[in-house]
T-cell receptor
Framework: IVLTQSPDTLSLSPGERATLFCRAS???????LAWYQQKPGQAPRLLIY???NRATGIPNRFSGSGSGTDFSLTISRLEPEDFAVYYC??????????FGQGTRLDIK | EVRLVESGGGLVQPGGSLRLSCSAS????????MNWVRQAPGKGLEWISY??????????ADSVKGRFTISRDNADNSLYLQMDSLRVEDTALYYC???????FGRGILESWGQGALVTVSS
């Protein structure tokens, strides 16, 4: 299963709302989709699992939604620390686990 | 606090071998499935291997099948990745990652180490 994220790069300002998309090549039947954040020089961090469940310690400005083949991650009001690369990942058809190619969220 | 620390990375020639270790603490290691995920320089994430908590089920990505071997020592809270027949394209930062869903969880990568860098070059 291939995950395609859009856009590749998103340039926004702090305080703005960000919406990142992830499209699957096949239907993800059990909502088994996760989102990760990765900052330069750091390991990825789990943000969202099962499409819409926030991981422990993740602020409520992060939310996930979607179904079938189309999923999204929304950051309601961007904080300076939110500028990073974001990956979606499916585990419905695991193995293998597959990741999207990533969306880079840049400061405008 | 969950802690995962990878070690064993380094520079190796094509065709060579390397063994990575991941030392775990802060949780019941045997109660969680574990994964290896790699990231080539400047690239995205690639899952490469999975092992259940008891070690009875193992999966590999096609890109490493037959060359890499995952194992674990639950008494020592350690995960391993034996990498043989290394290729230039195996150059990457290798992360171990703990599954969120317990001994048979299959894909929510809840905690990650900082990675071990493997460079394959002549």
């Amino acid at each position: 299963i291939v995950l395609t994220q859009s856009p590749d790069t998103l340039s926004l300002s702090p305080g703005e709302r960000a919406t990142l998309f992830c499209r699957a090549s096949q239907t993800i039947t059990n909502d088994f989709l996760a989102w990760y954040q990765q900052k330069p020089g750091q390991a990825p961090r789990l943000l969202i699992y099962a499409t819409s469940n926030r991981a422990t310690g993740i602020p409520n400005r992060f939310s996930g939604s979607g179904s079938g083949t189309d999923f999204s991650l929304t950051i309601s009001r961007l904080e300076p620390e939110d500028f990073a690369v974001y990956y979606c990942q499916q585990y419905d058809y695991s193995p293998p686990i597959t990741f999207g190619q990533g969306t880079r969220l840049d400061i405008k | 606090e969950v802690r995962l620390v990878e070690s064993g990375g380094g520079l190796v020639q094509p065709g060579g071998s390397l063994r990575l270790s991941c030392s775990a603490s802060g949780f019941t290691f045997s109660g969680h499935s574990m994964n290896w995920v790699r990231q080539a320089p400047g690239k995205g994430l690639e899952w490469i291997s999975y092992m259940t908590g008891p070690g009875n089920v193992i999966y590999y990505a096609d890109s490493v099948k037959g060359r890499f071997t995952i194992s674990r020592d639950n008494a020592d809270n350690s995960l391993y990745l034996q990498m043989d027949s290394l290729r230039v394209e195996d150059t990457a930062l290798y992360y171990c990652a703990k599954d969120h869903q317990g001994a048979f969880g299959r894909g929510i990568l809840e905690s990650w180490g900082q990675g071990a860098l493997v460079t394959v070059s002549s």
